[in-house]
């Protein structure tokens, strides 16, 4: 089982990367690489980002696949967005996904994902790669490597070091379910921390083909709107 996880970065900024894991149900996955680079943003990046995918059956990107509904429901009339009490909806987030009630539901207690509207940029650049993917035949997921990391660090097989979110905290927590993460990924490397939220991306699209990944909201169709966690 062949999964592609995408820590997205900006159509003209910031660090994309892309990590590749395979493995078959029963064992672990491995990590077959790891790629980051500027030819993954530009004008030509989405097209590079297609052409580098290969024969994964699932791509998982770290980034927001979907907008809050009142900024894209175009019915006037619509009860969602005018409740009869006046009260404005929630368009900064996707309140099914993004809430505090939605990640309690799966025992994440930390500070759910960032706002929708605080990542506009990369969801635009995003929700228009999952598109251009789709066409191309992939399924694509939504993933949050921080909910990863923290859903494998409430059941560790091994002390882990490192403060909660820095690189040592990553790389340790990937090293228990991941093989062949230091030989894809050396310390210090450039954007280390893109290359290993890629690889945790990818985890969650593995076990999102084994039927092992979980979902925020819970019980969301496998190819409705949410996002997959371990």
Same mark, same amino acid.
């Given at each position: 089982?062949?999964?592609? =996880?995408?820590?997205?970065?900006?159509?003209?900024?910031?660090?994309? @990367?892309?990590?590749?894991?395979?493995? $078959?149900? =029963? $064992?672990?996955?491995?990590?077959? /690489?790891?790629?980051?680079?500027? /030819?993954?943003?530009?004008?030509?990046?989405?097209?590079?980002?297609? !052409?580098?995918?290969?024969?994964?059956?699932?791509?998982? &990107?770290? *980034?927001?696949?979907?907008?809050?509904?009142?900024?894209?429901?175009?019915?006037?009339?619509?009860?969602?967005?005018?409740?009869?009490? =006046? *009260?404005?909806? *929630? #368009?900064? $987030? !996707? $309140?099914?996904?993004?809430?505090?009630?939605?990640?309690?539901?799966?025992?994440?207690?930390?500070?759910?994902?960032? %706002?929708?509207?605080?990542?506009?940029?990369?969801?635009? !650049?995003? &929700? #228009?790669?999952?598109?251009?993917?789709?066409?191309?035949?992939?399924?694509?997921?939504?993933?949050?490597?921080?909910?990863?990391?923290?859903?494998?660090?409430?059941?560790?097989?091994?002390?882990?070091?490192?403060? /909660?979110?820095?690189?040592?905290?990553?790389?340790?927590?990937?090293?228990?379910?991941?093989?062949?993460?230091?030989?894809?990924?050396?310390? %210090?490397?450039? %954007?280390?921390?893109? !290359?290993?939220?890629?690889?945790?991306? @990818? #985890?969650?699209?593995?076990? +999102?083909? *084994?039927?092992?990944?979980?979902?925020?909201?819970? =019980?969301?169709?496998?190819?409705?709107?949410?996002? +997959? &966690?371990?």
């Amino acid at each position: 089982m062949l999964a592609a =996880g995408i820590d997205l970065g900006g159509r003209t900024t910031g660090t994309t @990367a892309i990590a590749w894991v395979d493995g $078959s149900q =029963g $064992s672990w996955p491995r990590v077959l /690489e790891v790629r980051a680079g500027a /030819e993954l943003r530009g004008d030509r990046g989405d097209t590079e980002v297609l !052409r580098s995918l290969g024969a994964a059956a699932v791509v998982a &990107i770290d *980034a927001p696949l979907t907008l809050p509904h009142p900024t894209v429901c175009t019915d006037d009339a619509c009860p969602e967005c005018f409740p009869d009490d =006046g *009260a404005a909806p *929630a #368009y900064g $987030s !996707r $309140s099914a996904m993004d809430s505090v009630a939605a990640w309690r539901a799966v025992d994440h207690v930390e500070k759910g994902p960032m %706002a929708t509207a605080m990542l506009a940029g990369i969801a635009f !650049r995003a &929700i #228009y790669l999952a598109r251009l993917l789709r066409r191309a035949g992939f399924a694509v997921i939504e993933a949050w490597p921080m909910g990863a990391y923290r859903a494998l660090a409430r059941t560790p097989e091994v002390p882990i070091p490192g403060e /909660e979110g820095d690189d040592v905290w990553r790389r340790a927590l990937l090293e228990t379910r991941v093989k062949g993460i230091g030989q894809a990924i050396h310390r %210090a490397d450039t %954007a280390e921390r893109d !290359r290993l939220d890629a690889v945790a991306a @990818a #985890y969650v699209g593995w076990l +999102w083909l *084994a039927r092992k990944a979980r979902s925020v909201p819970p =019980g969301a169709q496998r190819d409705g709107e949410a996002i +997959w &966690i371990p």
